[in-house]
């Protein structure tokens, strides 16, 4: 973990601070004026959960579908993030090679600058403030926080050097704080990633791609240096279930398959039967099953022949095998394979499982990368969590049994889906909550918001980096990368972007 980026004070001392009696709520508004009563709003998190559902706040405040009751005027969002900087998964998970998917980035940028918004980085909530702080202060509180961990493999060998979760490696190459220190070893010649969804296939083409298409993203100086001298050659992709089960959606997997200087590996043998089951398939579905099954099974034409022959890189997908265990290298001081147990489907539709059939292969590798999903961690002890399904228990975004507490995106519906999902889930939490305003069912009477959370962190020593401070660090990324013709070059250290700000 990073170290955190505030004046120094010792940890019992601040995590018990709370503001003298002359500063708490109750009379917070005596040393502090709350304008008229505007509803404050505190969204926690501000990647795209975040942002859209402060959009859908921003935007439909008074209007004709939801007017406030007379005596409220618009309403003022907070958005609280424990990184310097915003934008959460847009800047940290988007793959480089992906940058029409960060134009978003502009969007949010409109609603930070609004007046009635403010962005306050670098305050990680449930450690240098509470929920419950938060409620006191604001009308209602809305959890956008999303998944910050990776589901475990819970496998002998797991511990082993060489072995990562996807999420630290995409953070790596990604400039994510945390994980600017992964320092990965790509000199083997095989690699293996454990699951079949979209971030398995970013993480096998940034493998696999030539280093020189990379230098024109914004992928980190130090990530595109150690893929200069990557000797992989070879990604296995491995899922426990079968092709019809697949995570992955159609643009990633026809990148792979076009992915300059590679070629796939598909066994025919896994695709038999499969023509006739797509049938009654959805078309997305469909059109999916149907270009994996052409790779898979079809001979390529000539000019497509002689890219695949001249490849000097390759990647396959391995069905119906789920991993028992990560073996060592002799001398046990890193990953040296992987055992996987053959599995077969039970079940019928979304109720299909793999289940072992008692044979086991070893797959030799020196690289292993756990794509199996992310998770969310519960935020502080006053909000229920459900620790089974890594969300926040909830009814349309409402958190159960605690009113005026709010949730969306992933930490409210699990992490799945893309960008546009969120932003469909974070609007329908924005709606329900304007909905519960509008019908007097959140706090009466003024709320300090802001100036109070502000207060109290001053009084434990911890610095919030606003909006414009991020624009700041924008100008100095930008221009750093301007150097070498890249977007930009993303500052991996807090205390280098803290002192950059003047602190």
């Known amino acids: 973990m990073a170290p955190r980026c505030w004046r120094w004070r010792p940890w019992s001392s601040w995590t018990r601070t709370r503001l003298p009696p002359s500063r708490s709520i109750q009379n917070f508004g005596q040393h502090f004026s709350t304008q008229e009563q505007t509803p404050q709003i505190c969204v926690v998190g501000s990647g795209p959960a975040g942002f859209y559902t402060a959009q859908h706040l921003l935007k439909l405040g008074p209007t004709s579908c939801c007017p406030l009751p007379q005596h409220h005027s618009r309403a003022h969002v907070d958005i609280y993030e424990k990184q310097l900087v915003p934008f959460g998964l847009v800047r940290f998970g988007v793959a480089p090679d992906h940058p029409e998917v960060k134009n978003v980035i502009n969007t949010f940028t409109q609603t930070a600058r609004s007046d009635r918004c403010a962005f306050y980085g670098n305050v990680e909530v449930g450690r240098d403030v509470t929920v419950q702080e938060l409620r006191d202060a604001y009308h209602a509180v809305v959890l956008s926080y999303g998944a910050e961990d990776h589901q475990a493999l819970d496998i002998p060998g797991e511990e082993l050097p060489g072995v990562f979760s996807a999420r630290a490696f995409v953070g790596w190459y990604n400039g994510l704080p945390e994980n600017r220190e992964l320092a990965p070893d790509l000199s083997c010649d095989t690699a293996v990633i454990l699951g079949q969804g979209n971030v398995a296939l970013d993480v096998a083409r940034i493998l696999l791609t030539p280093p020189d298409h990379l230098e024109k993203t914004d992928i980190t100086e130090a990530a595109l240096g150690a893929l200069r001298q990557s000797r992989v050659k070879t990604v296995w992709i491995v899922g426990r279930r079968g092709p019809l089960q697949v995570a992955f959606t159609i643009k990633e997997l026809r990148e792979m398959i076009q992915l300059p200087g590679t070629r796939p590996m598909l066994d025919p043998a896994d695709f038999l039967g499969l023509q006739d089951r797509i049938k009654e398939a959805a078309r997305p579905r469909k ?217």
């Open 287 to 503: 059109r999916l099953m149907e270009l994996l099954l052409r790779t898979a099974t079809e001979k390529p034409g000539v000019e497509e022949a002689a890219r695949r022959a001249s490849a000097s890189r390759a990647w396959g997908l391995r069905f119906f095998r789920s991993p028992q265990q990560v073996l060592p290298s002799p001398d046990g001081r890193r990953v040296a394979g992987i055992r996987l147990a053959v599995t077969r489907l039970e079940g019928i539709g979304e109720a299909t499982r793999a289940v072992p059939t008692g044979d086991v292969e070893d797959l030799p590798c020196g690289l292993v990368l756990s794509s199996i999903g992310y998770k969310s961690r519960p935020i502080d002890p006053s909000v229920p969590f459900d620790p089974k399904l890594g969300v926040v228990p909830n009814m349309e975004g409402r958190v159960v049994d605690v009113p005026g507490l709010y949730c969306s995106g992933w930490v409210k519906r699990g992490p799945t889906g893309v960008i546009t999902t969120t932003m469909t889930d974070s609007f329908l939490t924005g709606q329900i909550l304007l909905q519960d305003l509008k019908a007097g069912h959140l706090p009466s009477g003024p709320r300090p918001g802001s100036a109070f959370i502000k207060a109290l962190l001053d009084s434990r020593g911890v610095w919030p980096v606003s909006f414009s401070d991020w624009e700041k660090l924008d100008a100095e990324e930008v221009s750093r990368g301007q150097a070498s013709g890249k977007p930009r070059e993303k500052l991996l250290d807090p205390q280098e972007m803290l002192r950059l700000l003047g602190h």
